[in-house]
């Protein structure tokens, strides 16, 4: 057990080691670079955080992260409302519109289903999802979850559920992508051709 | 050139990302993080880094960072005032705090010289470091520079400073195989000195 020489190094060690993936070595050297720096840029950092969880909105559409009430990819006319792209996060969103490859609109989950982290389906935007394919607007679904274990269940479960009340088409984005990989670091090429060459949900 | 969904997304991202070793993808992650997290550890976290930057002192004496205006180490009378231990930054103290095996003080520098970043010897906290010697309490200056080309010029330009204005001891921490590790992967420079700088057996 280490003993910080000030109280406020270790509250703001504290509070920046529960970022995920960041320790207290990170944190320490994370506190002493602001330390070192300017004033301003601990509270423009410090601000940025505070707009950033109590300023955002979400899409009233698909769930994305957006400055509106509807996002810009929900209002462009230019998308194709008939192709529904389901994702996990804002992260996948982003991922999927940097290939260039997709000009449907999709809806983000807010996560995948994880027993483990006690997340279950009615955790997710799946109500609705429903309620978007029952406006019969919809004539694809694309599963691009992640190809673990967690996104699996997560297509495998929405799957189920969408057959039972609609003939919708149901893909999948092509396995082009290494299975246990995260889909956000998969490389560009790989991610816009796994989204050209989908297949039916039930051929995988 | 990736495009956010929210201005709020993108400010908090630049922001976040400004921190060392934090790229773009990170700072997205650590974004989505503390947006799915309660609202709570967001402002606490936003607290703590402007607390730190705003309230933060240091020690007049050794320029640690302190709670008071001259710190613990300082202040205790059980640590060895006459062993002075010169160190680059508060990670150091801790990192030789952690080992129970030093009972002087310290001398903070706050940096290294390091023309490439434009750190020259005014930037150091030189001066203090100075006065403390010539007060005479102090018998020996241990330099505990990290042996990196800043570290070694850092310690050679005090070394010089100090013995033209006192007849003070300077030692240096030992340079050499690291306990535990193998003969075999150490680097040439640290194996040859190890073998030029042996010391006896029993003194180990």
Chains 1, 2 share one sequence.
């Not at 290939?99 to 389906?121: M, R």
């Not at 679904?141 to 609609?166: H, N, R």
């Amino acid at each position: 057990m280490i003993q910080y020489p000030s109280k406020l190094i270790e509250e703001a060690i504290g509070e920046i080691a529960k970022l995920p993936g960041i320790g207290k070595k990170t944190a320490l050297r994370l506190a002493l670079h602001l330390l070192k720096s300017e004033e301003s840029s601990s509270i423009d950092l410090a601000k940025a955080i505070i707009n950033l969880r109590t300023l955002t909105k979400y899409c009233q559409v698909c769930h994305n992260i957006s400055d509106e009430d509807t996002c810009g990819i929900c209002l462009s006319h230019r998308r194709d409302k008939s192709i529904l792209c389901v994702v996990e996060d804002t992260r996948d969103v982003l991922a999927i519109e940097n290939t260039s490859q997709f000009f449907g609109v999709y809806h983000v989950l807010g996560g995948v289903i994880s027993p483990i982290e006690g997340v279950g389906p009615s955790d997710l935007k799946i109500d609705t999802l429903i309620k978007r394919l029952q406006t019969g607007e919809i004539k694809e679904v694309i599963m691009a979850l992640s190809p673990t274990m967690e996104g699996d269940t997560t297509s495998f479960y929405l799957t189920k559920k969408i057959k039972e009340l609609s003939e919708v088409r149901i893909t999948s984005i092509a396995r082009g992508i290494p299975i246990g990989g995260e889909l956000e670091y998969a490389d560009e090429v790989t991610l816009g051709r796994s989204i050209v060459s989908r297949t039916l949900y039930d051929q995988n």
